[in-house]
């Protein structure tokens, strides 16, 4: 079966599990010094909606945790937010449990995590999926806050290209959780890979929904209900930034022939929540979610924690497109041979994918 060849992200996942079966059991006594053991390190997560099983960034985010505790013997806690009002005290209470790292998930937590790190400057703490900024929205850093972000854009840029290469109809879409950068940056960088196919190929395949938003990253009956609205208008290729609320558009792909769907910041067709419908992936936008946590969380219990942001680009694998799997047929060697010359010129800066999302290291 011929793969996407585009990132070594699919392969984190399944690395991580071999590599914390064969690893030697960390030490788990204190040394000559009198320095804590491994289990005494307590490192600790926070989601945002949706938990850590709604199959996309909350799970994979949380799954970095998984490996922090396997891989390094640390001590884990995680704590679920089931609303808005529950990100300070979610936070604060893992302050006072002493945790040595607090990592945040989610651009919603931005605010509540800057405004305790304020108050808390001996505690460090990792923000998904959002920079830091002031009040009036100009930029901030805090030096016990190090943010982990992904240019998503880049590697939607080759899911757009790729879902314009499979399209039948000419039509393909998008949808949004919420209109928040990290998920606008996945949007807005399909639909300019939509575009590059056009101009490549003298097409004019369109997409909708690049402005619709369920405003719900929970609720999959909304985003079924949009993806029947789109299918309606020829859509064949569904391209979903909305959590949990993308399993609606799995869904509804299983009542209509020829429609395809494209998972977002993991790869869909592992998990288990994804199952029934994972024959119609076309592929997965990645997120290295996993890895970087886990690098944070390590990076602190080795005492080599700094605020300097962390950014996933497909030059160092921190996104990616996952394998085509049972749609490997679907993608012709013609249009796998552009898609690795689009990453290399990417990669090498000849084609720079700028959104308003995009991160940056200031």
Not at 7 to 25: D, F, N, P
Not at 139 to 151: A, G, M
Not at 166 to 192: D, L, R
Not at 229 to 241: L, N
Request: with cysteine; glycine share 12%.
């Amino acid at each position: 079966m011929r793969r996407a060849a585009l990132s070594g992200l699919a392969l984190i996942g399944a690395s991580a599990l071999v590599l914390s079966g064969c690893a030697a059991a960390p030490d788990e006594t204190p040394d000559a010094s009198g320095e804590p053991s491994a289990s005494d390190f307590l490192a600790c997560m926070v989601s945002d909606f949706g938990g850590f099983h709604d199959g996309s960034f909350n799970e994979a985010a949380y799954q970095g945790l998984l490996q922090a505790e396997s891989d390094l013997g640390v001590t884990i806690k995680g704590v679920e937010s089931k609303a808005a009002e529950e990100y300070v005290p979610n936070i604060e209470g893992l302050i006072s449990e002493g945790c040595d790292i607090i990592v945040s998930v989610g651009f919603n937590l931005a605010t509540a995590t800057r405004d305790l790190a304020k108050e808390n400057p001996e505690q460090h703490f990792a923000l998904v999926d959002s920079a830091l900024s002031n009040d009036d929205f100009s930029p901030l850093s805090l030096d016990n806050v190090k943010p982990l972000l992904f240019d998503t854009g880049q590697a939607s840029f080759l899911a757009g290209y790729l879902a314009a290469g499979v399209s039948k109809t000419g039509t393909v879409a998008t949808y949004g959780g919420n209109p928040y950068p990290s998920v606008t940056i996945f949007m807005e960088g399909y639909a300019q890979g939509v575009d590059a196919y056009n101009a490549a190929h003298g097409t004019s395949v369109k997409v909708l929904g690049g402005d619709v938003f369920a405003n719900t990253f929970e609720e999959p009956t909304a985003g079924q209900t949009l993806t029947e609205g789109f299918i309606a208008q020829g859509a064949d290729v569904i391209f979903p930034v909305a959590g949990l609320t993308g399993q609606g558009s799995g869904i509804a792909a299983l009542a209509h022939d020829g429609v395809l769907v494209i998972g977002v910041d993991a790869d869909w067709f592992v998990n288990p929540l994804h199952a029934e419908y994972k024959s119609l992936l076309l592929t997965s936008v990645l997120k290295g979610l996993q890895i970087s946590s886990f690098e944070a969380i390590k990076a602190a219990f080795e005492g080599s924690f700094d605020a300097t942001p962390y950014i996933g680009t497909l030059e160092n694998d921190g996104v990616g497109l996952a394998d085509f799997h049972d749609q490997a047929d679907a993608v012709s060697a013609e249009l796998q041979g552009e898609l690795d010359a689009l990453r290399d010129q990417i990669v090498s800066g000849e084609l720079v994918i700028t959104t308003g999302g995009t991160p940056t290291a200031g």
